[in-house]
């Protein structure tokens, strides 16, 4: 073979592999972007939640904590409303949770008691799904506590690894 031909395919070879490593970095900030606009949108919801919720547990300061909190989380879910949350006391004592089994209390229990600034980060359930948690320090009559909201990554994470694996199989493709 001609030099000519052995440094024409050196050239697409690299080219090839310039291509395929920017579109990943490409898919990558996407996902990236995605993520971050779902963590907001959670964080938005976390305040919206948890500030019903401290309303809620004011009206009736005769029922026990627990009873209420129990309350509002079973009235959530007869209006439809699917959303994953956890309270605990400053113990760390579950007082109400809608949180899939598959969710390790440990991770759930992590950052109780909470802190006054809203946290969050991505925990790995028993199954393999990935949930991005939200918790943070709310004030009640009582105690404060520490409400959790977890929202579920799983397809977002499946659109990625679909959308690298399409990457580089189109790059692949395209060589041949």
């Known amino acids: 073979m001609k030099f000519g031909h052995k440094l024409t395919l050196a050239l697409l070879g690299v080219l090839a592999l310039v291509l395929s490593l920017s579109t990943v970095w490409t898919q990558e900030r996407q996902f990236d972007r ?5 963590r907001q949108t959670a964080q938005e919801e976390w305040q919206r ?3 019903a919720f401290q309303t809620g547990l004011r009206t009736d300061t005769e029922t026990p904590l627990s009873v209420r909190a129990w309350s509002y989380l ?24 809608t949180m899939p089994t598959t969710l390790a209390q440990s991770e759930l229990t992590r950052d109780v008691p909470g802190s006054e600034a809203l946290q969050s980060r991505i925990v790995t359930g028993t199954d393999g799904t990935r949930y991005l948690l939200n918790s943070g320090l709310i004030v009640c009559p009582e105690q404060c ?3 959790v909201s977890a929202q579920n990554l799983g397809s977002l994470f499946a659109d990625r690894a679909l959308r690298l694996r399409d990457a580089v199989l189109g790059q692949t493709l395209a060589l041949a």
């Open 49 to 51: 939640e948890s500030f």
């Open 145 to 147: 506590l520490t409400f």
């Open 74 to 97: 079973g009235g959530l879910a007869r209006q439809g409303n699917s959303s994953l949350l956890a309270v605990y006391d400053e113990s760390g004592k579950s007082l109400a949770s």
């Open 34 to 38: 995605a993520l971050e606009d779902i």
